[in-house]
């Protein structure tokens, strides 16, 4: 009777690293992929993949149990009013879509972060308050679809790893695309907004 032979769980993932490594190169000789331009770009997703494991897996050797990753678990959402009378928004989920529409008469920016759902945000009737304010829009998996006011002095920088962005009309798409777009009105104007907007797999439609 023939004896099952055990795969050693170290030369299992040391031989898929060297598989993954050998591929990554080829690319990078043959200028399919620049693997420094990827790592340039997108390193701070290794900090949010540690972050995700420090939150929500356990330390087997430690023995320490971290916060349990519920489906169910509601999203974060926190809307904070200025001295001023101005508006900002956080809002954050883990698994699920993020729909937000904005109607804050003197909106002040905000941070939007979903790990795998949808982001979208009708701002369609929004105003902002006096001065420069920035928008976050991140999203690991899925799309994003953010919708603003027609003549809002804005500023849109947008970057996926795999998927199309779409920014007022202008397209583009494949892997590892930045894309950039600013209205005429922008430099001259009292009241801006700037939109940092990423996504990892997924679309980006600003319109």
């Not at 701070?44 to 916060?67: Q, R, Y």
Request: aromatic fraction near 10%; proline fraction near 2%.
């Amino acid at each position: 009777m023939a004896r099952e032979r055990k795969t050693n769980p170290v030369a299992f993932t040391g031989g898929i690293a060297f598989i993954v490594l050998g591929i990554i190169l080829i690319l990078d000789r043959l200028d399919i992929w620049r693997i420094s331009d990827f790592i340039y770009t997108y390193w701070p997703l290794l900090l949010i993949a540690l972050g995700i494991k420090i939150l929500f897996f356990s330390d087997k050797k430690t023995k320490k149990h971290a916060m349990k990753f519920k489906r169910w678990a509601p999203y974060n959402f926190a809307e904070s009013v200025q001295s001023d009378g101005s508006s900002r928004v956080y809002e954050s989920k883990i698994l699920g879509d993020i729909s937000r529409r904005i109607t804050a008469r003197r909106f002040s920016g905000g941070t939007f972060f979903c790990l795998a759902g949808d982001i979208e945000i009708d701002a369609t009737n929004m105003q902002l308050a006096k001065g420069t304010w920035v928008m976050h829009v991140d999203c690991l998996l899925g799309d994003i679809h953010i919708r603003i006011p027609e003549n809002l002095p804005v500023l849109i920088r947008a970057q996926c790893a795999a998927g199309d962005i779409n920014l007022k009309d202008t397209e583009g798409g494949g892997l590892f695309v930045n894309r950039q777009i600013k209205t005429e009105n922008y430099d001259g104007a009292e009241n801006k907004l700037l939109i940092l907007t990423s996504v990892l797999m997924g679309d980006i439609i600003v319109v």
